[in-house]
C-alpha cells in the first residue's frame, strides 16, 4: 500500500533556530500534502494544504513566515519551522492525497519537536 | 462548516468487552466518512472508511456503518483486546477537500 516515510521522528532543537521537516511519499506520487500540528491530548490541527509546484495555502491564525511549506515535488514536501520557540514544541504530522479521490490520505509517522 | 463530533474520553475498557464509540457529523452535502487509529508516538492509521449512506466499512474485527438519517458513524468492535488501546479518531471529507478530524477517543483496554 501507500506509504509517507517522515522524519525526523524525534528532533530536539535549540530557540531561535530552524529545523526541517519532510515527507517523502515512497511508491505513489503526492499530488497534495497536508500539514497538521497535534497537541497533547488534542485533535489534529490543519496547518496549510500544498499542491506540487505552487504555493501552500495556510489556515487561519498559522504564520507563514514561520512555518514554510514547500512542495517542490511530487514525492516531498517539506515543513521549516523558522526561529523556533518554546511553544513551537509539538507533533507535527503530514498526509498526502494522490490524485482527486476523497480517500486516499495516508499518513507520515509524526515528528515530535521539542524546543529548550 | 463542516464539523465532527466524537465522545470524550478516556474510554476504559476491560479486554474481550463490547466497544461503542460514538461520532456524528455536520456537513453541507454528502461526506466521505473514516475512521482513523493513532498509536502512542506514531502518525494515524486508517482503520475503515464508507464514502455513501448506508456503507458499512469494516476491518480488524471494528465496523461503522453510515448513517445519514442520525448524521452518524459510531464505531462498534465485538471484543476489544489489549492491542486495541489507542486513539480513534473520526473524520470526514467532503467533495476533494481537506479532513475534518473529531477531537478523538482514547481507548484504554485493560487485560
Known amino acids: 500500500g501507500a506509504v509517507v516515510s517522515q522524519h525526523p521522528s524525534r528532533v530536539i532543537c535549540k530557540s531561535g533556530t530552524s529545523v526541517k521537516i519532510e515527507c517523502r511519499s515512497l511508491?505513489?506520487?503526492?499530488?497534495?500534502m497536508f500539514w497538521y500540528r497535534q497537541f497533547p491530548k488534542k485533535s489534529l490541527m490543519l496547518m496549510a494544504t500544498?499542491?506540487?509546484?505552487?504555493?501552500?495555502?495556510?489556515e487561519q491564525g498559522v504564520e507563514k513566515d514561520k512555518f514554510l511549506i514547500n512542495h517542490a515535488s511530487l514525492t516531498l514536501s517539506t515543513l521549516t519551522v523558522t526561529s523556533a520557540h518554546p511553544e513551537d514544541s509539538s507533533f507535527y504530522i503530514c498526509?498526502?492525497?494522490?490524485?482527486?479521490?476523497?480517500?486516499?490520505?495516508?499518513f507520515g509517522s509524526g515528528t515530535r519537536l521539542t524546543v529548550v | 462548516g463542516d464539523s465532527v463530533t466524537q465522545m470524550e474520553g478516556p474510554v476504559t475498557l476491560s479486554e474481550e468487552a463490547f466497544l461503542t464509540i460514538n461520532c456524528t457529523y455536520t456537513?453541507?452535502?454528502?461526506?466521505?466518512l473514516f475512521w482513523y487509529v493513532q498509536y502512542p508516538g506514531e502518525g494515524l492509521q486508517l482503520l475503515l472508511k464508507?464514502?455513501?449512506?448506508?456503507d458499512k466499512g469494516s476491518n480488524k474485527g471494528f465496523e461503522a456503518t453510515y448513517r445519514k438519517e442520525t448524521t452518524s458513524f459510531h464505531l462498534e468492535k465485538g471484543s476489544v483486546q489489549v492491542s486495541d488501546s489507542a486513539v480513534y479518531f473520526c473524520?470526514?471529507?467532503?467533495?476533494?477537500?481537506?479532513?475534518?478530524f473529531g477531537t478523538g477517543t482514547r481507548l484504554l483496554v485493560s487485560p
Open positions: 473524520a470526514l471529507s467532503e467533495g476533494f477537500q481537506k479532513l475534518v
Open positions: 498526509s498526502a492525497r494522490q490524485g482527486t479521490t476523497n480517500y486516499g490520505y495516508t
Open positions: 464508507a464514502t455513501k449512506a448506508d
Open positions: 511508491d505513489f506520487q503526492a499530488t497534495t
Open positions: 456537513a453541507t452535502g454528502y461526506p466521505s
Open positions: 500544498s499542491n506540487e509546484g505552487s504555493k501552500a495555502t495556510y
